[in-house]
């Protein structure tokens, strides 16, 4: 699932639980557990040779990095934060790094800790749902999750304390 989707539920996670090792662990679980849901962009590269697939990667990977940067401003701007505090950044940081080593996996190909993580990474996409929605599909399911995400943040985003 992209960026733009994990990310503000982790944010949302810093904010609900403000201690930042729970907001980075609750972070990452919010990460699996979005993983799991058939999403559509899980073979986007597949077809393409290595070099190019990385570069096709890190091109994804760079829109979807600002496309997440502007939700995290509006977000924020929500909870009238200029600055979020050290528990949503672990919550934020907790939600996109799992796909970060991603990344840092397909640029380090050779390493046997990144493959390991891969397979994992893989486990959670494709091995506990074995159902393979379209890229179509994919990006309704991800817009749905991400407009949950948004209603949950306007919901919640002042009930706590942070
Ligand atoms: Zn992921």
Redesign the pocket.
Known sequence: ?FLVV?APVGALMGMWVGQPLAAFALGVAS?AL??IIPHGDEHLTDHLPPAARVRRIFLYGSIDAVCMAVVLVAVLGSWGMDVPTIGILAGISGGVL??IL?GVSELFPGNRALRTYQRV?HF??CEIIRYESSFLVGMVTQCAMLAVALWGITAFGGTYAY
């Open positions: 699932m994990h990460h979005l993983d799992p796909d991603q990474h959670f996409h």
